[in-house]
């Protein structure tokens, strides 16, 4: 695998108040550890390291740091990149940190899984393509990683899977994944039920249909007689009391 050059600067002084101040300058705050030694704090160029994250190995690419130091001799330092900080809303580079590795020594790293071709299920059924790992976890020298791992899916139909132990990996790479679990399948289409309705709840949900009609003190007065006019001369008796 390519190597790529980056030239770093020794960090003097730390703390959040130095980190706002480089990146102003378009720098970025970094570290370089390895177990049992000690933590060196540089910054770097920004751009620098955009280029080298937009190489083929992406995040996997093996760095070359040569470190200048004012106070000490010049160091050069092979890293991988171990972990990337990003600003939650603006997504620029906040902080990095890189692993010192050994070209003769076994890593463990992470590489894509990447499918090839369309699933039959998918083409011709309406299945769903589901990806259970995105990533392989693998075991392995840094010039031997390889950019991903690529997956023929062309014969999946609904109800096939591919399994970690169907992928295809170079010898030389010790995958560190459950071999049983499933990499790559293909699903039957979500279909969504409409639930049945019981006669007695349907009959409930219709409205019912009121018979416009008079109402009950309405229909008593209309059976009542209506009281007949006076003859005309004739006279109301009135009782009188004695």
């Not at 600067?9 to 130095?18: L, V, Y």
């Not at 070359?64 to 809303?89: A, F, R, S």
């Not at 071709?117 to 976890?137: C, N, P, Q, T």
């Not at 020298?141 to 999946?156: G, S």
Request: charged share 35%; aromatic share 2%.
């Amino acid at each position: 695998m390519k190597q790529v050059k980056i030239k770093t600067q020794i960090r003097d002084e730390a703390g959040k108040k130095n980190a706002r101040a480089l990146r102003r300058e378009g720098n970025i705050p970094a570290v370089v550890y390895k177990g049992g030694q000690e933590t060196l704090s540089i910054s770097l160029v920004e751009k620098e390291l955009i280029h080298a994250l937009r190489t083929s190995a992406g995040e996997n690419v093996i760095i070359n740091l040569q470190i200048g130091d004012k106070n000490k001799k010049d160091q050069n330092k092979t890293v991988i990149i171990k972990e990337i900080q990003h600003h939650p809303i603006k997504d620029n580079i906040l902080h990095v940190d890189f692993h010192e590795i050994s070209l003769t020594e076994a890593i463990t790293v992470k590489v894509p899984i990447e499918t090839k071709g369309e699933a039959v299920g998918v083409k011709r059924d309406g299945g769903i393509l589901e990806h259970m790992l995105w990533e392989l976890e693998i075991e392995c020298l840094p010039t031997e990683i390889p950019e991903k791992i690529e997956v023929d899916i062309d014969k999946l139909e609904i109800g096939d899977a591919i399994y970690v132990k169907d992928l295809v990996v170079p010898p030389q790479i010790k995958v560190l994944n459950d071999l049983e679990a499933i990499a790559i399948c293909v699903e039957q289409p979500s279909v969504e039920e409409v639930p049945e309705v019981a006669p007695e709840e349907k009959a409930a949900a219709e409205p019912e249909l009121i018979k416009k009609g008079k109402e009950p003190e309405e229909e008593a007065a209309a059976e009542q007689p209506k009281e007949q006019p006076r003859a005309q001369g004739e006279k109301k008796e009135e009782s009188k009391e004695k």
